[in-house]
């Protein structure tokens, strides 16, 4: 990368997006992990973490559950949406050798927060897009963590993964100088030019965490390296973690524009039998918040005192998906 090109990709970019935080919120590295405050006894715990250019509030209304205590990952170099608690320290925290804003980096903070501070038995990781690849390489750096852990993928980049191609074909017109450029110019034109296009139909919620989605990093070298490393990653990265998953979900979505659909597919169906693949219904990458009744319900996560799943797990068809669904919430 040439000099000029970093010195004007680590200028900062400002904060446009926070939310009123109930809980505290600990520094790890160049990352942070956040607690909410739960008002009952906690009988699950949920770790969230967000995916490229989002950040963790992705998952706050999902697991809105008095009795849910929700641990929220922000990715190393994003930008803590929240407005409340001061970040401190985290006492617990030990030194990452990985460079910042990497997958392999976030996959540590993921690890540290796993091993520390869940506490209850009943623990799922909910991973979105890039999430889902720092929930797998954590995994791979620390598979013991994982024996009772469920895992939900959505819409995930995966091993032999690719982004979609118009995607692709965009981002190979961008030079590094030319990030700052591109940022001020998304960020000043309105979403609605462009967002039904990469985001489908659009809601509320959809509309408050994506209209400054390239506001959500604390400056453009994040930007350039986490795409730089997701596609190596997914170029890299090959099928043999899926045997470290012992139990979870991929939440696949019927049309997706920023990665491509057929290739995170056929990645899944490498996992095995004991993990769901549901194909859902969902027109777009951002399947939860399009319509969050295709995440199984809490209830199924493993039972910690037993060596087998809470129920037999399956591929399934969206036939099959819909009928789960209905079941869960009847």
């Known amino acids: ?29 160049k990352a942070a992990v956040s607690i909410r405050n739960h008002s009952s006894q906690a009988k699950h715990t949920v770790i969230g973490v967000h995916g490229f250019l989002e950040n963790h509030c992705y998952f706050t209304q999902l697991y ?12 190393s170099n994003y930008h803590v949406p929240v407005s409340g608690p001061i970040p401190e320290p985290a006492d617990w925290e030990v030194p990452i050798k ?35 690849a720092v929930i797998l390489q954590a995994l791979a750096f620390r598979p013991e963590l994982f024996g009772k852990v469920e895992l939900i993928l959505e819409a995930p980049a995966l091993p032999g993964g690719k982004t979609h ?6 981002l190979e017109s961008v030079s590094h100088g030319m990030w700052p450029w591109v940022v001020r110019l998304i960020n000043s034109t309105p979403s609605s030019s462009y967002g039904q296009m990469f985001f ?3 809601n509320e919620r959809k509309k408050q965490l994506l209209n400054k989605m390239f506001s959500a990093t604390k400056d453009h070298l994040t930007i350039v390296r986490n795409i730089e490393n997701l596609f190596a990653w997914m170029g890299k990265a090959d099928y043999s973690v899926y045997k470290l998953m012992k139990h979870g979900t991929f939440l696949i979505p019927k ?15 490498n996992s095995p039998n004991a993990v769901r693949i549901i194909e859902t219904d969902g027109m777009s990458h951002f399947i939860s918040l399009d319509d969050d009744k295709w995440v199984p319900d ?25 009928k789960l669904s209905s079941s869960s919430m009847a």
């Open 98 to 132: 990985y460079l910042e804003a990497t997958i392999e980096y976030d996959a540590c903070v993921l690890n540290q927060a796993l091993a520390n501070l869940p506490t209850t038995e009943n623990i799922r990781i909910h991973g979105h897009s890039r999430g889902c």
């Open 255 to 269: 049309m997706d524009r920023i990665l491509d659909r057929d290739l995170m597919l056929k990645s899944a169906q």
């Open 200 to 202: 489908g139909k659009t």
């Open 165 to 170: 191609p118009l995607v692709s074909t965009m």
């Open 64 to 75: 809105h559950q008095s009795t849910t205590e929700l641990i929220l990952l922000t990715c």
């Open 298 to 322: 809490l209830d199924s996560l493993p039972n910690p005192l037993s060596n087998k799943p809470a129920k037999q797990r399956m591929k399934l068809t969206p036939e099959q998906a819909k």
């Open 1 to 29: 990368m040439q000099a000029s090109h970093a010195r004007k990709l680590i200028k900062p970019i400002e904060q446009s997006f926070t939310e009123m935080f109930s809980g505290k919120v600990f520094t790890v590295g």
